[in-house]
């Protein structure tokens, strides 16, 4: 289309219809797709007691999961070049959120573990392709805001993906628990078919595994986007860590609080709803170094406020953790798309690979600090990952230090 044709489609700015409405769709993709990674997360505690399994081997309903995840993020991401980013994205909601359906009558854990690996491999369309559809078709000034939105709809679908079993738990079965669940996430799935609007900016691309790798290789190559996929992994295995381990802590002494109670907690999950948001929307403003430093530092301090047997300390310190890990994702995987100006399905999908490999490779290993140290164990471990991100931290500011901090 030439410069002169009135009809030619425009970036989607701030404040317009058509972003809302694609924002919104992304909202709600964002929904269904953690709400099928991480519904069975509230109830670990209850798959160790009902499948007579130990906190490791129940841990892995999650982390065989976003593993999967992690290993079909490029192949969805090539497929997005070649059959379109809204295609991939649709069918992979929808079929994610039908096999959730079935998962929760599985007769042995063994079946559900399977299970879960499987719809690991089916929620991969949405998160390799979101963040390049947005991308591609919102204007570059409004992309941190488009951006923090869609994961704000991550945020609040984990958050009803563990607060819907876990609260249904103590009026029926825990099947029917996580079958209410996976009908919410259904739902969700349908309305994001129904709203997404088409891509305006996408041009096909021919798929090859030399021409793919070349794209990989090339992202490889950039220090800042190596030390931004760094900071995924690390991040996110912290932030599961967390969460796997909480239920087992609430669960014991000096709390002694019921499964549906434990259920509530996650309701912490809404300060990440808030400063994933935010911290797109500063980003824009006053530079991702200084909101991607300031939400790692809210980490710290929320992990070390756990470390007390109080459950105000407690619940305050994780609200904290919560908060900076959704402000740090959000601005986070807004620099790749802004850093990565050409093949961004690829850049994005390598940041996810990390992510999500993470959140398999990382909060398992953290079942480990949790059998040996109890909580303190975790703090320990997430600490330790904490300091991992700071020097990642260090030398990406390091190696965008000649940009404006506007830019960076």
Known sequence: MTTTDRTAPVRYRLGTPAYRRATFALFAAGMTTFMALYYVQALLPVFSEAFGVSPTTSALAVSLTTGF?????????????????????????????????????????????AGRALQGVLCAGVP?????????????????????????????????????????????????????????????????????????????????????????????RDVPLLCLFGLAFVLMGGFVTVYNYLGYRLL???????????????????????????????SDRIGRRRVLTASIATMVLGLLITLPDNIASTLFGVLLFTAGFFGAHS???????????????EASSLYL???????????????????????????????????????LLATLVLRTRRLSPTVI
């Open 252 to 282: 014991a002494g000096p709390f002694h609080l019921s499964q549906s109670v434990i259920g509530a907690v996650f309701l912490l999950y809404l300060a990440g709803t808030v400063s994933s948001g935010l911290a797109g929307s500063l």
């Open 69 to 113: 995840l992690a290993l079909s993020i490029i192949p969805a991401s090539v497929l997005s070049e070649r059959y379109g980013r809204v295609r991939v994205m649709v069918i992979s909601a929808i079929s994610a959120s039908i096999i959730g359906l079935l998962l929760p009558w599985s007769p042995s854990i063994e079946v559900l573990l």
């Open 331 to 345: 601005v986070a995987s807004g620099w790749v798309s802004a850093r990565a100006t050409t093949d961004r399905a």
């Open 128 to 220: 390799a392709v979101a963040m390049a559809y947005l991308a591609e078709e919102v204007d570059g000034a409004s992309l941190g805001t488009a951006m923090g939105r869609y994961v704000a709809g991550t945020t609040v679908g984990g958050l009803t993906g563990r607060l819907v079993p876990s609260l249904a738990v103590d009026i029926t079965s825990w099947r029917w628990a996580l079958e209410i669940a996976c009908l919410v996430s259904l739902a969700f799935a349908v309305a994001f078919w129904r709203l997404v609007p088409s891509s305006h900016f996408f041009a096909p691309k021919p798929v090859s595994v030399r021409s793919t790798l070349q794209r990989l290789r090339g992202h490889l």
């Open 353 to 391: 690979f990390a992510y999500y490999l993470g959140s398999s490779v990382v909060g398992a290993v953290g079942g480990i600090a949790y059998s040996v140290a109890a909580w303190v164990g975790v703090v320990v471990y997430v600490g330790a990952l904490s300091a991992v991100a700071v020097a």
